[in-house]
């Protein structure tokens, strides 16, 4: 997964935009790109999953908005840490992907991944038109509680 985000920054650096949702040439052009950046470093992977740097390709320019909104709170948190000098921030890399919920790449139709336009297009690039509408269309009751000490 690093060696893709840096795949992704060095194709944002050439091109001077994130790949086009679900386009397979600049899917291949990222893959390409890792497969070098693998090869010019000591700590390299023994092999570049292909499939995983294709959806990275397919999706960089979408957002699932609820995990957006979890990493927005998250980020917040640790800046809050930062700033307070109360409690250690994360010193690290973090990636998060959710990989799960998306196709398989040879089950999908682009089409309807695409964008149209609309509110949701960043969600719709990883979810799909369909699914995101039924995501839309859900009723949903949710409790939650905080313990304040």
């Known amino acids: 997964m690093h060696i893709g985000n840096r795949a992704l920054h060095k194709f944002v650096e050439t091109k001077g935009q ?8 600049d899917a291949d052009e990222l893959i390409k790109l890792a497969n070098q950046i693998n090869d010019s470093t000591t700590a390299n992977v023994e092999k570049i999953e292909d499939d995983l740097l ?6 960089a320019k979408g957002s699932i908005i609820p995990l957006t909104a979890f990493m927005g709170g998250f980020f917040a948190q640790e800046v809050i840490k930062a700033l307070s000098g109360k409690f250690t921030p994360l010193n690290q890399w973090f990636y998060l992907d959710a990989i799960e919920v998306l196709p398989a790449s040879d089950e999908v139709d682009s089409a309807s991944f695409l964008p149209k336009g609309n509110r949701y297009d960043a ?3 990883c979810l799909g038109s369909e699914l995101s509408s039924k995501l839309a269309n859900t ?6 509680h905080v313990m304040l000490y």
């Open 139 to 144: 009723k949903l009751f949710m409790v939650s």
């Open 54 to 59: 294709r959806k990275l390709a397919y999706t």
């Open 123 to 125: 969600q719709n690039i």
């Open 18 to 25: 994130l790949p086009e949702p679900w386009n397979k040439a």
